[in-house]
């Protein structure tokens, strides 16, 4: 069964920094791509970043992009997500996702397995 688990979520002030992690299991995780989606209230949700499976292409979010960092240690079968920089605007949901097509795809329906989610809150 294919299971990812996100974790690290939190309350942090606007400046700080937290990193996100996501553990997976189920399937064989070094053959695919993972990418990092976000929902806040009342909005849809939005991509934020992606990895292919061997960490040769990443790709950002605009909005991200200069203060996030993607990552991924397939000997642990784990993505990271390291936040800095953090604004109150980055306060969502954070989910990771599953691409059997190891695209680097900015579009949520495209991806085949979620996470339930953590919560980021950032303060003002």
């Known amino acids: 069964e294919v299971q990812l688990v996100e974790s690290g979520g939190g309350l942090v002030q606007a400046g700080g920094s937290l990193r996100l992690s996501c553990a997976a299991s189920g399937f064989t995780f070094d053959d695919y791509a993972i990418g990092w989606f976000r929902q806040a209230p009342g909005k849809e949700r939005e991509f934020v970043a992606a990895?292919?499976?061997?960490?040769?292409?990443?790709y950002y979010a605009g909005s991200v992009k200069g203060r996030f960092t993607i990552s991924r240690d397939n000997a642990k079968n784990m993505v990271y997500l390291q936040m800095n920089s953090l604004k109150p605007e980055d306060t969502a949901v954070y989910y990771c996702?599953?691409?059997?097509?190891?695209?680097?795809?900015?579009?949520?329906?495209?991806?085949?397995?979620w996470g339930r989610g953590t919560q980021v809150t950032v303060s003002s």
């Open positions: 996702a599953l691409d059997f097509h190891d695209t680097l795809t900015t579009y949520d329906y495209e991806y085949d397995f």
């Open positions: 990895i292919t499976w061997n960490s040769n292409s990443i």
